[in-house]
């Protein structure tokens, strides 16, 4: 007997919620070295930000939207990981409920959910919270490895924010109106592994690569996003240290400090708010690139990615008209 349906006619294993998992998984990695350095501070901002986005996704399904809730495609879970990656060690639970509901209330739900929202909702809850709280969100802990229970309320300047107060006409002479050194910025090696301050889940390069090698094998992502975004910042600012030789370019520095590996990796490569077709890829990651090195070198901002990413998903629809790939069989677009 002939049955006949509509299509798709094939089925596959991957679904969002696997896509989803997937990405937890990568994340791992960022949260073990946030927590080796940062300690208790660190756990209680990722459990935090979790359980909230997790808490008002239901929330509003089953109040206000009268629907069954989403929870099970962990889309809510990796807006929690990716919120509390952007947020420094032990800020304040409150303010994180408040994050948590502008990521998940605002960006996401008011557009209707998973696959309609226009900007990365973890990103709009972490620039809300910088706008709103500036001082809790550029207040450093300094990392102490494996002293978990510690308590400290001794911090200290992120890279970026160190370099930034470099006087770029003289800078072989100490920092400008600043109480740090440039003795005092970490070694390369030590932004690699993490041990530096930031927010909890951008510190260590390492990690996140990990993660960025995990998400390529299991084919959730491409590699173009990433790549082109890194090699954009590397680009320019090797141009503009190897014409000045001024610290404030230096192309290694801002590759393994701030958000850049971040954002590139697990923000920038988002399915929904990212171009579909490569060549949208591509402009969309060179873009992203463009903008945070003005961002960080010309703003008055140290960090630059959650704004370029932001402005460049604006552009999205934009970049998927012109960059669509030309229709098959045809001579036209």
């Given at each position: 007997?002939?049955?006949?349906?509509?299509?798709?006619?094939?089925?596959?294993?991957?679904?969002?919620?696997?896509?989803?998992?997937?990405?937890?998984?990568?994340?791992?990695?960022?949260?073990?070295?946030?927590?080796?350095?940062?300690?208790?501070?660190?756990?209680?901002?990722?459990?935090?930000?979790?359980?909230?986005?997790?808490?008002c996704?239901?929330?509003?399904?089953?109040?206000?939207?009268?629907?069954?809730?989403?929870?099970?495609?962990?889309?809510?879970?990796?807006?929690?990981?990716?919120?509390?990656?952007?947020?420094?060690a032990?800020?304040?639970?409150?303010?994180?409920?408040?994050?948590?509901?502008?990521?998940?209330?605002i960006?996401?739900?008011?557009?209707?959910?998973?696959?309609?929202?226009?900007?990365?909702?973890a990103l709009?809850?972490?620039?809300?919270?910088?706008?709103?709280?500036?001082?809790?969100?550029?207040?450093?802990?300094?990392?102490?490895?494996?002293?978990?229970?510690?308590?400290?309320?001794?911090?200290?300047?992120?890279?970026?924010?160190?370099?930034?107060?470099?006087?770029?006409?003289?800078?072989?002479?100490?920092?400008?109106?600043?109480?740090?050194?440039?003795?005092?910025?970490?070694?390369?090696?030590?932004?690699?592994?993490?041990?530096?301050?930031?927010?909890?889940?951008?510190?260590?390069?390492?990690?996140?690569?990990?993660?960025?090698?995990?998400?390529?094998?299991?084919?959730?992502?491409?590699?173009?996003?990433?790549?082109?975004?890194?090699?954009?910042?590397?680009?320019?600012?090797?141009?503009?240290?190897?014409?000045?030789?001024?610290?404030?370019?230096?192309?290694?520095?801002?590759?393994?400090?701030g958000?850049?590996?971040?954002?590139?990796?697990?923000?920038?490569?988002?399915?929904?708010?990212?171009?579909?077709?490569?060549?949208?890829?591509?402009?969309?990651?060179?873009?992203?690139?463009?903008?945070?090195?003005i961002?960080?070198?010309?703003?008055?901002?140290?960090?630059?990615?959650?704004?370029?990413?932001?402005?460049?998903?604006?552009?999205?629809?934009?970049?998927?008209?012109?960059?669509?790939?030309?229709?098959?069989?045809?001579?036209?677009?």
């Amino acid at each position: 007997m002939l049955k006949i349906s509509s299509a798709p006619h094939m089925s596959s294993p991957i679904n969002t919620s696997t896509i989803m998992r997937d990405v937890i998984i990568a994340l791992v990695p960022a949260a073990i070295v946030s927590i080796l350095f940062f300690g208790l501070g660190a756990l209680t901002v990722i459990i935090s930000s979790v359980a909230a986005c997790m808490l008002c996704e239901y929330a509003i399904c089953r109040w206000l939207l009268h629907k069954k809730s989403t929870l099970r495609d962990y889309s809510a879970v990796v807006t929690g990981l990716l919120l509390a990656y952007n947020l420094p060690a032990w800020f304040p639970i409150w303010m994180i409920l408040v994050g948590a509901f502008v990521a998940i209330g605002i960006s996401k739900m008011a557009f209707g959910g998973l696959g309609k929202n226009i900007f990365n909702p973890a990103l709009i809850g972490r620039v809300f919270l910088f706008v709103s709280f500036p001082l809790q969100m550029t207040t450093w802990p300094k990392p102490k490895f494996l002293d978990f229970l510690y308590t400290d309320a001794q911090t200290g300047a992120t890279t970026l924010g160190i370099i930034k107060h470099i006087d770029v006409k003289n800078s072989t002479e100490a920092l400008t109106q600043y109480s740090t050194s440039i003795s005092e910025l970490p070694s390369y090696g030590q932004m690699f592994i993490g041990y530096t301050g930031g927010c909890i889940g951008e510190v260590s390069a390492l990690a996140l690569l990990l993660g960025f090698g995990y998400l390529l094998w299991r084919k959730v992502i491409s590699w173009h996003i990433p790549f082109y975004y890194i090699a954009t910042v590397f680009i320019f600012t090797s141009i503009l240290w190897l014409t000045t030789k001024s610290p404030i370019y230096d192309p290694i520095m801002h590759l393994l400090s701030g958000g850049l590996m971040l954002g590139a990796i697990f923000m920038a490569t988002d399915y929904v708010t990212s171009p579909m077709s490569t060549n949208g890829k591509i402009i969309f990651a060179i873009g992203c690139g463009l903008l945070t090195v003005i961002i960080r070198l010309y703003g008055a901002y140290p960090e630059g990615v959650s704004f370029a990413i932001l402005i460049m998903n604006a552009f999205v629809p934009l970049i998927d008209r012109f960059a669509a790939p030309r229709v098959f069989g045809t001579g036209r677009k």
